[in-house]
């Protein structure tokens, strides 16, 4: 379990989260929906460990991300928005950096694994310079997927794709989502109706809305989400 309590974020005179709270729970797929600025990657930069609360608490799988930080980061695989990738590296080379800075059994079957879950054996012998974007998001899906978290944190992950290859990296949470965690942030009510057994909205930094997608009606999520706007 995910458990979010009481969440707040200040940088000086601006409230980048004001008291947010809710859980995750094993199987769901959430979406963090909201307009760009809502305070959406700053909560999943303090679930992550990169950056620590103002006020409050989040525990990820029973650990807290104050004093088990690192039992915290063993439990999420984490793909920012800006995906992390070293460009020189061939795509096996750098899946075999990634698990080893985790120190995996059979880093090699792994590497192999990981290849073939996410759809990258046509790739895995170029240079991630060489990859198009939705290739790309696959080897960060990858690397955030190859220590087998229970988590998976994904910061905006289609954005910039083209219609097939969003198919295809909706369709690859979704099989993720059916035994782990996945908490993911967008801007794209699609997203959220193509993916997610859940949807939160987040606006100036507070819980708006939290429902389960099948409590809601068709162009539901759309009318709750425009009214952000008005």
Same mark, same amino acid.
């Given at each position: 379990?995910?458990?979010?309590?009481?969440?707040?974020?200040?940088?000086?005179?601006?409230?980048?989260?004001?008291?947010?709270?809710?859980?995750?729970?094993?199987?769901?797929?959430?979406?963090?929906?909201?307009?760009?600025?809502?305070?959406?990657?700053?909560?999943?930069?303090?679930?992550?460990?990169?950056?620590?609360? !103002?006020? &409050?608490?989040?525990?990820?799988?029973?650990?807290? /991300?104050?004093?088990? +930080?690192?039992?915290? =980061?063993?439990?999420? @695989?984490?793909?920012?928005?800006?995906?992390?990738?070293?460009?020189?590296?061939?795509?096996?080379?750098?899946?075999?950096?990634?698990?080893?800075?985790?120190?995996?059994?059979?880093?090699?079957?792994?590497?192999?694994?990981?290849?073939? !879950?996410? &759809?990258?054996?046509?790739?895995?012998?170029?240079? /991630?310079?060489?990859? +198009?974007?939705?290739? =790309?998001?696959?080897? @960060?899906?990858?690397?955030?997927?190859?220590?087998?978290?229970?988590?998976?944190?994904?910061?905006?992950?289609?954005?910039?794709?083209?219609?097939?290859?969003?198919?295809?990296?909706?369709?690859?949470?979704?099989?993720?989502?059916?035994?782990?965690?996945?908490?993911?942030?967008?801007?794209?009510?699609?997203?959220?109706?193509?993916?997610?057994?859940?949807?939160?909205?987040?606006?100036?930094?507070?819980?708006?809305?939290?429902?389960?997608?099948?409590?809601?009606?068709?162009?539901?999520?759309?009318?709750?989400?425009?009214?952000?706007?008005?």
């Amino acid at each position: 379990m995910i458990k979010i309590e009481n969440v707040s974020k200040v940088y000086g005179s601006q409230r980048a989260l004001d008291h947010v709270s809710f859980t995750i729970e094993p199987g769901e797929i959430v979406g963090l929906l909201g307009p760009n600025g809502a305070g959406k990657s700053t909560l999943m930069k303090i679930i992550t460990c990169f950056i620590p609360p !103002t006020e &409050g608490t989040v525990s990820v799988c029973g650990y807290s /991300i104050f004093d088990q +930080s690192q039992e915290v =980061r063993r439990q999420i @695989g984490y793909l920012p928005e800006q995906n992390p990738l070293y460009n020189e590296m061939y795509v096996r080379e750098f899946l075999r950096f990634v698990g080893g800075i985790y120190h995996l059994d059979n880093l090699k079957d792994r590497v192999e694994e990981m290849i073939h !879950t996410v &759809g990258l054996t046509p790739e895995a012998d170029k240079k /991630i310079a060489m990859l +198009s974007k939705g290739y =790309r998001q696959r080897v @960060g899906l990858a690397q955030a997927l190859i220590h087998d978290p229970q988590v998976l944190i994904l910061d905006e992950p289609t954005t910039g794709l083209d219609p097939n290859q969003l198919e295809e990296i909706r369709s690859l949470v979704r099989k993720v989502g059916q035994t782990k965690m996945v908490l993911l942030s967008t801007h794209i009510m699609q997203e959220v109706e193509a993916m997610c057994t859940r949807a939160i909205i987040i606006n100036h930094g507070r819980i708006v809305d939290d429902e389960k997608m099948h409590n809601m009606r068709a162009g539901q999520l759309t009318e709750k989400f425009h009214k952000l706007t008005l």
